[in-house]
């Protein structure tokens, strides 16, 4: 089950996966709403202790400053000036919606976990019963079958669609949700595992808002959307057909889906509000849950579930829940049928016969996101892979390519990036001493996890056979949903990962407050180790503090150093606080990124936490930098390729973000991600720093220079 509750606050889009997921809505093929990409893997990371400084003699440059177009100013756009050359010179791959710097390494690292599954595979039938290493060859054998599959057709998900039909009554359907949670297949709603945000030490269950095929609420009734509503329809109806439904019955199921679905949405939360910790979290006892629902007993449910709960848990939207409820008792079971029937075969599509899934690329990837083809099979088993046993993947990918004492090396770095984070805090001119000991008691508890877990996951209760593709991931969703709802009533596991190993990106968990770097991401371009000092800050370094930002920005700022969601500031520098945040978020509204659709802005309110955590992050990672090469004088003052060290790390941090995205994956991403386009975050933070300007020396009145009350400072 995918958990909706307050997400990891990842470095950067589309690239995480959750190691415990298991909602058959992430197609890693597609655009679904919430859906994963495969999470990439690596070849070999570099770390160093202390980054040495680079001699260009005999090595590969870290920085190809040949990338660089110098007929563009940097002070004018510094994005184009590192950018544009290589953005030109790469367009975006045909399987792909974008193609960047995160990309071509996912890509590239994709490769080396492609060679352990195959490797797997060919050695699965000698290799030691129930390891994992069988278990995945299987996997990814029993995917890459398409005769099998192709033969089975619709069959598997027949069982399930026989259920559906035999619905008579409004019980008969609260009885299916129940047993179908339990199997792993939830709709409608989500539920999950997570820190109490009122004592996270302990986890408790989270019933969240869910069941919407398009993105977001807005889908369903903009005028801007109306195209995508009928593709959308019509998508349903295709869906139910390739199933058996009557070509005239599914139309008409089609247009009861949508009207569900409509309803449903008109009590949801926009991504914006669902922000709020407030909107997260509803702590209730089961009776009281009992009363926003009548017609849905919780009590049943969590036994169907198997789950114990003690003293309550969170109905994290009330108002979702009562329209929810609200449905159960004045919509028609035939509507009800006609929805659950359509998200039975639209999410177990990816797993059926080649109809299935082109039909639901067709909508997602193309129609909704512009991908013009399909990835191949093999990526695309792979991604299931990695939604049904990327832990057990993970294992695999750090024993062929992780070195141990990594480890240590980048927690060197950490701890120098994290220092200059607490000098800044006790430093700042606006906040007062009583909330800044707060700020650094909350420092002081920081959980810094490098690489892949201390301890890894036990996989002996999945059973998977070579020969049943769909049957696997089934088993592999009850699996998931099963160890995730476990921990229900024990004691929060700060050591546990919420990616894995092979994925390139970065998170920190406010329930928590751990900042976690997967091993993928140790590599270059955000680690060298025959990079300089520069290269390094202005890549991993600008991770780390963006990560340990996310603490203290809009979201993370309410939570205190043990993950309660628990106000720690005086209400004076509150208010200063939120006036400098206001900053940011105009600044990026005043983004238009996408040609030729000026009145398309970005959501500086959807998007706020991250641009703090950037900003942050960079200024962070920029001190830090000052005290290594303090340490390295002769260092300080080389130049490398023509460029000074204080160049060289914004050059990288805006080499980061190369990269370009087709036009209706980025209206999606405007819509509905937290994070602002790749672009836009080349330059949004450099933009505000003094030492951008005085770096590439950039005179009064330059684009990239933003001054008085325009010039963000928070951190």
């Keep these: 089950m995918t958990k909706q509750f307050l997400k990891p606050l990842a470095f950067a889009v589309g690239l995480a996966l959750t190691a415990s997921a298991c909602s058959k809505h992430n197609d890693a093929d597609s655009a679904v709403p919430g859906g994963n990409q495969p999470a990439p893997s690596a070849t070999a990371p570099a770390a160093a202790s202390t980054v040495a400084a680079a001699s260009t003699a005999a090595k590969a440059p870290t920085f190809d400053v040949a990338d660089i177009d110098t007929s563009i ?29 995160f990309d071509k390494l996912a890509e590239n690292s994709l490769n080396t976990q492609h060679d352990i599954v195959d490797e797997m595979n060919k050695g699965a039938d000698n290799a030691k019963a129930g390891s994992i290493e069988q278990k995945i060859g299987l996997l990814y054998r029993s995917g890459m079958d398409e005769a099998a599959i192709e033969a089975a057709g619709a069959n598997p998900i027949k069982p399930e669609l026989d259920k559906i039909a035999a619905l008579k009554t409004s019980a008969d359907v609260v009885d299916f949700l129940d047993s179908s949670f339990a199997d792993g297949n939830g709709y409608v709603f989500g539920f999950g595992s997570g820190a109490d945000f009122q004592n996270a030490k302990i986890q408790i269950g989270y019933a ?8 977001t609420r807005d889908y369903y009734t903009d005028p801007k959307n109306a195209d995508i509503r009928k593709s959308y329809v019509e998508y349903i109806a295709k869906t139910l057909t390739l199933a058996g439904v009557p070509e005239a019955d599914a139309k008409t199921q089609a247009d009861e889906v949508m009207k569900f679905e409509t309803a449903l949405a008109a009590s949801s939360l926009a991504p914006v509000e669902l922000r709020a910790p407030e909107n997260q979290y509803h702590f209730v006892t089961v009776a009281q849950a009992d009363k926003i629902t009548p017609h849905f007993n919780w009590e049943k449910f969590f036994a169907a579930q198997n789950v114990t709960i003690d003293k309550g848990f969170s109905l994290s939207q009330p108002k979702f829940f009562t329209q929810f409820d609200k449905m159960l008792a004045s919509t028609p079971v035939s509507q009800w049928q006609a929805y659950l029937r359509f998200h039975a075969i639209d999410s177990s599509s990816p797993y059926l016969s080649k109809a299935f899934q082109d039909n639901k690329f067709d909508f997602y990837g193309k129609t909704l996101a512009g991908q013009p083809q399909q990835k191949p099979r093999w990526k695309r088993v792979l991604g299931t892979v990695n939604s049904s046993m990327g832990e057990a993947l993970g294992q695999l990918y750090v024993a062929r390519v992780f070195k141990p004492e990594a480890k240590q090396r980048a927690n060197e770095l950490v701890d120098n990036v994290r220092n200059a984070l607490k000098t800044r805090i006790e430093n700042l001119d606006w906040m007062s001493p009583e909330t800044k000991e707060k700020a650094i008691a909350k420092w002081n508890t920081f959980l810094p996890k490098i690489g892949y877990p201390d301890k890894w996951r036990d996989w002996s209760g999945l059973e998977v056979k070579g020969d049943n593709y769909f049957g696997n991931v089934q088993a592999a969703f009850k699996f998931n949903y099963q160890y995730d709802l476990a921990k229900i009533g024990k004691p929060t596991d700060r050591l546990d990962w919420g990616m894995t190993p092979q994925t390139v990106n970065a998170y920190y968990n406010p ?6 770097f997967p091993a993928a991401i140790l590599q270059p371009p955000f680690f060298d180790a025959n990079g300089d000092d ?12 963006h990560e ?49 659709k000026p009145d398309l802005h970005v959501n500086g309110k959807l998007t706020l936490g991250e641009n703090i955590a950037d900003l942050g992050g960079l200024n962070v990672a920029y001190d830090a930098l000052q005290e290594a090469l303090k340490k390295n004088p002769s260092e300080a003052q080389a130049k490398i390729d ?9 050059l990288n941090w805006a080499r980061v973000w190369r990269g370009s995205v087709r036009e209706k994956q980025a209206i999606l991403y405007l819509n509905t991600d937290p994070h602002a386009p790749a672009s836009l975050r080349a330059i949004g ?13 950039c005179k009064p009145g330059s684009s990239m220079i933003r001054t008085g009350d325009k010039q963000v400072k928070i951190w």
């Design 642 to 650: 023509g460029y000074t060290q204080d160049q060289r790390f914004f």
């Design 73 to 101: 100013d940097a002070c004018g756009d510094f994005n184009g000036f590192v950018n544009s050359k290589w953005v030109a010179a790469n367009p975006i791959p045909e399987d792909r919606t974008r193609w960047g710097a």
């Design 685 to 697: 933070a450099p933009s505000n720093m003094e030492a951008f300007a005085t770096a590439f020396q």
């Design 548 to 596: 340990a930002s996310h603490g203290f920005d809009d979201e993370g700022s309410q939570f205190d150093g043990e993950g309660n969601n628990k106000n720690w500031w005086t209400k004076a520098d509150r208010t200063k606080f939120d006036e400098r945040t206001a900053r940011l978020v105009n600044q990026f509204n005043e983004y238009a990124p996408i040609k030729d």
């Design 208 to 215: 969240q808002q869910d069941g919407l095929g398009l993105p």
């Design 534 to 545: 520069a290269i390094n800050y202005g890549g991993i370094g600008a991770v780390i503090g």
């Design 511 to 516: 329930t928590d407050n751990t900042i976690n």
